[in-house]
């Protein structure tokens, strides 16, 4: 309870927010932050707040984050009274829609608590998704390849709407 009420100072209720993970632990399960940052713009001029997860392998990226997206929300670095996963998990609580790799951040926003799109490289969507309609996922394999990279941003942004 305490966390939800910290949240919601937070999210305001009049707006409407996409969550970003875009790290992973294994790097070929990245895909690129520029796609990511297209993604974001997208749906920052249709009005959404972006809410960034970034762990500490993505220092090397926040600080390009955070120059294109000074308005975005942070929540792991404005909470300190809680361990990440639970921030990751509640703040689902807020998003109309989130946007992971295949990573642990990408499992945490699996929480059915906001629709989720999971971005896949090698690894079985299937195996690694929770069966439920709020919850899709995109494979390079659709595209018959093993590399991320091959996913076009546009069809995440049309995925990512259909979800909203």
């Not at 969550?19 to 796609?35: L, R, T, V």
């Not at 295949?102 to 069966?131: A, E, N, Y």
Request: hydrophobic share 40%.
């Amino acid at each position: 309870n305490n966390l939800v009420n910290i949240l919601y100072k937070i999210f305001e209720p009049k707006f409407k927010y996409i969550g970003i993970a875009p790290g992973a632990g294994e790097k070929n399960k990245i895909w690129p932050i520029s796609n990511f940052i297209n993604i974001a713009k997208y749906f920052e001029n249709k009005l959404f707040k972006i809410v960034w997860f970034l762990g500490p392998d993505e220092d090397n990226i926040k600080q390009l984050i955070k120059n294109n997206f000074p308005n975005s929300i942070y929540p792991e670095e404005l909470i300190n009274k809680f361990s990440s996963f639970e921030i990751v998990m509640a703040t689902t609580k807020y998003l109309s829609c989130a946007l992971a790799n295949d990573s642990g951040v990408g499992h945490m926003l699996s929480t059915s608590l906001c629709p989720h799109l999971k971005l896949f490289s090698h690894h079985d969507p299937i195996k690694f998704t929770p069966r439920n309609s709020m919850i899709k996922s995109i494979s390079s394999m659709e595209y018959g390849s093993s590399d991320i990279d091959i996913i076009p941003v546009s069809k995440v942004i049309k995925s990512i709407e259909k979800l909203i």
